[in-house]
């Protein structure tokens, strides 16, 4: 097993910056891809970044690339988000994500086998 805990949502004005971190323990040595969606109300929840241990490779959606950084510390076990010009769309619960199990793609939800419990982003016009 393998758990997940997510911090540093928070409420910024369009334009801001925030930054997320998602801390995995347990199992992690099993574990390469470590991603973010998010879920805004009403709507599916939505790919953002991926990340892999292996080679380091990363993933955007086309709607962040350009404004959000996804990076991770190894030794830490620990995945983050770097989400600069925010704007008012961006506004959802972010969840972390670990562990593919390859049912689908990269960008679906159902691909992954651990989740956070999510953190709040809300982005003011």
């Known amino acids: 097993q393998v758990q997940l805990v997510e911090s540093g949502g928070g409420l910024v004005q369009a334009g801001g910056s925030l930054s997320l971190s998602c801390a995995a323990s347990g199992r992690t040595v099993s574990v390469d891809a470590m991603g973010w969606f998010r879920q805004a109300p009403g709507k599916e929840r939505e790919f953002v970044a991926l990340i892999r241990r292996s080679d380091g490779g990363t993933y955007y959606a086309p709607s962040v690339k350009g404004r959000f950084t996804i990076s991770r510390d190894n030794a830490k076990n620990t995945v983050y988000l770097q989400m600069n010009s925010l704007k008012p769309e961006d506004t959802a619960v972010y969840y972390c994500?670990?562990?593919?199990?390859?049912?689908?793609?990269?960008?679906?939800?159902?691909?992954?086998?651990?989740w956070g419990q999510g953190t709040q982003v809300t982005v003011s016009s």
């Open positions: 994500a670990a562990d593919r199990n390859y049912r689908g793609a990269y960008w679906s939800k159902n691909d992954y086998n651990y």
